[in-house]
C-alpha cells in the first residue's frame, strides 16, 4: 500500500539572506523541531530519520526513511532514498529555496506500508479502513511540517 501527501509553504527567515541559505541546506538544523522525527542523523549529504505516526487500529508506527541532501544554486532538494527489507517505511523528497531571507519549501511524502493480502470482504474492509487512517495521518503530518521548522528557526 502506498498513500501519498504533499506540503508547500513559505517562512520568513529571522537573518541575512546568506544564513537563510546556510539554514535551509542544514537539514539536522532545520528539521531538528519537527516533532514527528525521532532519530535524525545527518552524515555528510545523507539523512536518515523514523517518522513517528499514530495510526487507528495499528497504534504507534514507526516508518525509517533515508533521503540525500542535493545542493541546488538557491536551496536545496532531497532525494527519497529506497529502504530495503522494511515492511513500513517513509520516502520524503522535496525541494527548498532561500528568496533572501524568504524560505519556499515543497515536501512529499510517500508511505509504503506492507499489508497481508485481503482474500475475504473482511480483508478488504480492514485494509479500507486503514488506508483511510493513514492519508488522514499522513496528511496531517505534512500540515504540521511548517510549525516544526518554524520552531527551528
Known amino acids: 500500500?502506498?498513500?501519498e501527501a504533499e506540503q508547500a509553504f513559505t517562512l520568513e527567515f529571522p537573518g541575512?539572506?546568506?544564513?537563510?541559505l546556510i539554514f535551509l541546506r542544514d537539514p539536522a538544523r532545520s528539521l531538528a523541531g519537527v516533532r514527528f522525527?525521532?532519530?535524525l542523523h545527518v552524515s555528510g549529504p545523507e539523512v536518515w530519520a523514523v517518522l513517528v505516526v499514530n495510526v487507528p487500529m495499528l497504534g504507534e508506527t514507526l516508518l525509517p526513511l533515508h533521503t540525500r541532501l542535493v545542493h541546488?544554486?538557491?536551496g536545496a532538494r532531497l532525494e527519497a532514498q529506497p529502504l530495503e527489507g522494511e515492511?513500513?517505511?517513509i520516502e520524503l523528497s522535496g525541494e527548498g529555496q532561500a528568496e533572501g531571507?524568504?524560505?519556499?519549501?515543497?515536501f512529499r511524502f510517500t508511505a509504503h506500508i506492507e499489508m497481508p493480502s485481503a482474500e475475504k470482504?473482511?480483508?478488504?474492509?480492514f485494509e479500507k479502513m486503514v488506508r483511510a487512517a493513514a492519508e488522514r495521518t499522513l496528511a496531517r503530518l505534512a500540515r504540521e511540517l511548517p510549525e516544526g521548522i518554524r520552531r527551528s528557526l
Open 37 to 39: 522525527l525521532r532519530d
Open 101 to 106: 531571507t524568504l524560505l519556499s519549501y515543497h
Open 72 to 74: 541546488t544554486p538557491q
Open 121 to 125: 470482504w473482511g480483508g478488504a474492509a
Open 16 to 20: 541575512t539572506p546568506a544564513s537563510a
Open 87 to 89: 515492511r513500513a517505511w
Open 1 to 3: 500500500m502506498q498513500i
